[in-house]
Each structure stands twice: as C-alpha cells, then as structure tokens.
C-alpha cells in the first residue's frame, strides 16, 4: 500500500495540466492513467481552437508536446487503471491493476467513453473490425472504412481516416450535427462519402477482410462493403470506478475533484479541459495553504 500526496485519474489534457499546476505549488501528484497520454485527444485530425496554434496542431502531435513538458516537470504517470475509488477514514483508497494507493486528495480527469452501438446485433467474427476511436488506425492505408454518425466526432474520424483510405459517412437522420466547417471539408472531400437518413438494417461478415453493411436509404434498400467500420454515435462521462451515488453527489465530498471532459456535458473541448485542471490544482492549493498562494 503507498501513500500518495494527489491522485489524478487520467492524463488527458485535464489530469496533465492539473499535474503541472500542482508541481508548481510543490505537491507531488501521481497520475494513474489507463490506456495512453494525451486521452480523447489523440484522435483530434486538426486542433485548431487551442490558443498558440496559429496553423492549428495535430491531436497526436499536440499530446506529444503535453507528454514533454509534463516530462520536463517530472510528472509521475503510472499506466495502471483505476479499478476503484472508495473512501475509508477521511482517505481516498485506488484499487489499480498494480496494488491499492492511498491518498488524502484525488481529481478524477477520466474523460468520457464511447457510447457502444446497440441497435442492431455485431456479429463476434468481426469484432476486430469494428472501432469506436481512430488513434490505432493512424497506419491503416488503402482501406474502405464505414463512419457512422453525423456529429463532429464522425466528420473528424472521417477527415482524418480519408488521407490514406475511402470513407463512407453513414448517418441515420437527414440532418448533419457537426460544425459547418467540418461539414463542408467532408463534403469537399472527394475520399469522403455522406450518406444520410441510411438507417443499418444488417452488420454481417462478408470476405475474411471485409464486412457487408446493409440499409435503408432514401432510394430504398442499399449495401455496401468495407474493410473495417468506426462509431461516432456519441460519448459519456467515464466514471465506472466509483461508487454508486459518486457520480451525483461526489462533488460534494471533501477533497475530491473533477474536472475535464469527465463533468463538462456538451463543452467538450481541450482548453477547456486544461483550464478545468489548472482550476482543481489552485482551488487544492488553496485549501492546503491559504497564504502561500496570496
Ligand atoms: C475526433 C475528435 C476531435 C476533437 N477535436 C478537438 C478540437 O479540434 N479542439 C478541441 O479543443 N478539442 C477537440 N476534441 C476534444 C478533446 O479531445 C477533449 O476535450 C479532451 O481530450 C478532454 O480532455 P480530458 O483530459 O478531460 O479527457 P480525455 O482526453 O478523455 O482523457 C481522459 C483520460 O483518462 C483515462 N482514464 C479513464 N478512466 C481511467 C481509469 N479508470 N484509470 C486510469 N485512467 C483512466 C483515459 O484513458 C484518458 O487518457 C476532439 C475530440 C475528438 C474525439
């Protein structure tokens, strides 16, 4: 069992910036992060909201920068899942994959998970086909590749995927969702294929690499063959390690923090995120040592 000053679930930009601010005050906060740095981030095609990007920057390549400075800090990041968050005796206990921490604080930056596609039966042949993010399909080339959605989600993975590979965008309702400009570079596109108000009937295994997609589309019923299929049909808060009840009224337990994607709705966006962070890191800063900081 180790102790530990602040816990931070998640190393996104929300739990990366919430680190380095609280260096800075002289804590020694461990991340505990599940997959990789950078989080949700790490599929962005081209941020180009995040203020000191007057060309706009990559999500990879932004994550990259967030990974060095946080280095530079000496930020500790443990790749180890939080199973669970309890509360024992005014400490927080963390079940990770390694062991259990104790820790007096904790901000939970855990972002939010893809909501999975339940409408219709994913046969198990080929799962290994079926995506809900597009980071590990950074190397895929030359591929046919079916977005489902109409949000902002699915016209980036779209935009992103159409560099090395065709796209079919499947969106059940007439209406596009996502911002016009995205709308219009997919529309652009000629790599890139909208297809709206296709409800899919059938999801089957066609060749061993490729799967039959079948619809109703405005014409009728239509099918379509493709290497491998990504949802974008929308995500939410990643709070699956706490308690029941957390959820509601965690925000009101003593030293407990959210911020992040994890607690900010529809305002999903990376600098809101950081600001969420460096937010928490002043407001522990504050509580601990009220005059330090005046
Ligand atoms: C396709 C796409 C394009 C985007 N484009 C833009 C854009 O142009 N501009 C913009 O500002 N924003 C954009 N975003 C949004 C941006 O990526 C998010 O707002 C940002 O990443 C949120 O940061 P976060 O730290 O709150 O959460 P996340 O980035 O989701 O990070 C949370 C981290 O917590 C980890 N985690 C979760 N649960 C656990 C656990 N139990 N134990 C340990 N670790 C855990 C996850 O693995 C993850 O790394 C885009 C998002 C997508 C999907």
């Not at 990007?53 to 994550?63: K, R, S």
């Not at 259990?100 to 409408?119: E, L, Q």
């Not at 992103?160 to 596009?176: A, G, M, P, V």
């Not at 405005?218 to 063959?225: A, D, H, M, S, T």
């Amino acid at each position: 069992m180790s102790d530990v000053d602040v816990a931070i679930i998640g190393a996104g930009p929300s739990g990366i910036a919430a680190a380095i601010q609280l260096k800075r005050y002289g804590f020694e906060p461990i991340v505990f992060e599940a997959k990789r740095v950078g989080g949700l981030l790490n599929n962005a095609h081209l941020v180009e909201n995040y203020p000191g990007f007057p060309d706009g920057i990559n999500g990879a390549e932004l994550v990259k920068l967030f990974a060095r400075q946080g280095q530079n800090q000496s930020i500790k990041i443990r790749f180890e899942p939080v199973y669970s968050l309890t509360r024992h005796d005014r400490k927080f206990i963390l079940e990770t994959s390694a062991g259990t921490y104790h820790a007096k604080t904790v901000i939970v930056a855990s972002g939010t998970r893809p909501i999975m596609f339940t409408d219709i039966q994913i046969p198990e042949q080929i799962k290994d086909k079926v995506f809900y993010e597009v980071f590990g399909l950074a190397g895929v080339k030359g591929k046919t590749i079916a977005v489902i959605g109409g949000g902002d989600a699915a016209f980036d993975y779209a935009l992103n995927l159409s560099r090395h590979n065709h796209i079919t965008i499947i969106n059940r309702s007439r209406k596009i969702r996502a911002l016009p400009f995205l709308r219009e570079r997919a529309q652009a596109n000629p790599q890139i294929n909208i297809n709206l108000d296709c409800l899919l009937k059938r999801i089957r295994p066609h060749r061993p690499d490729s799967i039959e997609l079948e619809y109703q589309g405005p014409q009728g019923e239509g099918r379509l063959f493709v290497n491998l299929l990504v949802f974008a049909v929308g995500r939410k808060p990643r709070l699956d390690f706490l308690p029941p009840g957390w959820e509601t009224m965690g925000k009101e337990i003593d030293n407990l923090y959210f911020c992040g994607d994890v607690i900010n709705g529809t305002c999903r966006q990376t600098a809101i995120a950081v600001g969420d962070g460096i937010r928490v890191a002043m407001e522990i800063c504050n509580r601990s040592r009220p005059k330090e900081q005046e």
